[in-house]
């Protein structure tokens, strides 16, 4: 195999690095992780893995160091990388929900929407996209990186921050409240654009799109499938959600029928009563791992 038939992944450090390891898995990618390493291995030998942190992704790809990786689409305004988003990848390590850039000040500030920040201090890790953000208000003030702890500073280091949040709770904890939503962020598989225009590259990182996706479309989702009547047919697929048609196969009982539906996990509990009593029999729940549309 020539080095050219290998792929070169970025795999992010830090909070995304575990929900990462994890997707893939459960895509059938094994990343094993060593203590002291940053390069952890793969069960794909036509792929090479490089631990990086989600900040400096963009630019390693772009800089072909890198054929491909996971960062947030943050990062890449951010670092103004040349780069193509592949796709969008909405998983991370608290919840569902995507990251939230915000601008925060003080409960007790005098500050109440962006213009009152005009030759004020700002401190924060993603200083670009300030500058651009407060451009855009026609806004100057005077922004400065912050090294952590950025929720800490105000009111004596900055009189304003912008940070980062999926909840708010650390920034509840910290007195500040929120004047305004800077960038709202998700996770990207990226590309380096000469890598996208090889096409074994191509087709290498289309089908890992095409498993970790799948993944995803399972998230919270399980199968059902049960007996039914053809006489009670109707009634029955009246209580399935309407999300997808259920398969309905013929049974050697030609009275009967296999009713089989895809439905989210929460809803269980609340329909298969239902389903029993529209006649539904031998009623199954099984795990799913991938839907692939």
């Given at each position: 195999?020539?080095?050219?038939?290998?792929?070169?992944?970025?795999?992010?450090s830090?909070?995304?690095q575990?929900?990462?390891?994890?997707?893939?898995?459960r895509?059938g990618y094994?990343?094993?992780?060593?203590?002291r390493?940053?390069y952890?291995?793969i069960?794909?030998?036509e792929?090479?893995c490089?631990?990086v942190r989600?900040?400096?992704?963009?630019?390693?790809?772009?800089?072909?160091?890198?054929?491909a990786?996971?960062?947030?689409?943050?990062w890449?305004?951010?670092?103004?990388?040349?780069?193509?988003?592949v796709?969008?990848?909405?998983?991370s390590?608290v919840?569902r929900?995507?990251?939230r850039?915000?601008?925060?000040?003080?409960?007790?500030?005098?500050?109440?929407a962006?213009a009152?920040l005009?030759?004020?201090?700002?401190?924060?890790?993603?200083?670009n996209l300030?500058?651009?953000?407060?451009?855009?208000?026609?806004?100057t003030?005077?922004?400065?990186?912050?090294?952590?702890?950025?929720?800490?500073?105000?009111?004596?280091?900055?009189?304003?921050?912008?940070?980062?949040?999926?909840t708010?709770?650390?920034?509840?904890?910290n007195?500040?409240?929120?004047?305004?939503?800077?960038l709202?962020?998700?996770?990207?598989?990226?590309?380096?654009?000469?890598?996208a225009?090889?096409?074994?590259?191509?087709?290498?990182v289309?089908?890992l799109?095409?498993?970790?996706?799948?993944?995803?479309?399972?998230?919270?989702?399980?199968?059902?499938?049960?007996?039914?009547r053809?006489?009670?047919?109707?009634?029955?697929?009246?209580?399935?959600?309407?999300?997808?048609?259920?398969?309905?196969s013929a049974?050697?009982d030609?009275?009967?029928?296999?009713?089989n539906?895809?439905?989210e996990?929460?809803?269980?509990?609340?329909?298969v009563?239902?389903?029993?009593?529209?006649?539904?029999r031998?009623i199954?729940?099984?795990?799913?791992n991938?839907i692939?549309?």
């Amino acid at each position: 195999m020539s080095m050219a038939n290998v792929l070169k992944l970025g795999v992010p450090s830090g909070s995304l690095q575990e929900p990462t390891a994890e997707l893939f898995r459960r895509a059938g990618y094994e990343i094993t992780f060593s203590s002291r390493s940053y390069y952890p291995t793969i069960n794909d030998p036509e792929i090479d893995c490089l631990l990086v942190r989600a900040q400096e992704m963009a630019r390693y790809v772009e800089q072909g160091v890198l054929d491909a990786g996971i960062t947030g689409h943050d990062w890449v305004v951010e670092t103004d990388s040349d780069v193509e988003e592949v796709c969008e990848l909405v998983y991370s390590k608290v919840s569902r929900q995507p990251t939230r850039w915000v601008l925060c000040v003080p409960e007790d500030s005098a500050v109440t929407a962006v213009a009152d920040l005009q030759g004020k201090r700002i401190a924060t890790e993603v200083v670009n996209l300030t500058r651009a953000y407060l451009a855009d208000h026609g806004v100057t003030a005077d922004i400065e990186f912050s090294w952590g702890a950025t929720e800490v500073k105000p009111p004596r280091l900055a009189d304003a921050i912008v940070e980062v949040t999926e909840t708010g709770s650390s920034l509840r904890a910290n007195n500040l409240r929120i004047v305004d939503e800077v960038l709202t962020s998700t996770p990207r598989l990226i590309m380096n654009r000469t890598a996208a225009a090889d096409a074994w590259k191509r087709e290498k990182v289309a089908n890992l799109e095409l498993m970790l996706k799948a993944c995803l479309a399972a998230e919270g989702k399980v199968g059902l499938m049960m007996n039914v009547r053809r006489a009670d047919l109707e009634a029955v697929v009246g209580v399935l959600p309407a999300l997808q048609t259920p398969t309905v196969s013929a049974l050697a009982d030609e009275e009967w029928v296999d009713v089989n539906s895809i439905v989210e996990e929460a809803v269980v509990r609340l329909i298969v009563p239902k389903l029993k009593t529209a006649g539904a029999r031998g009623i199954v729940e099984y795990a799913i791992n991938k839907i692939i549309d």
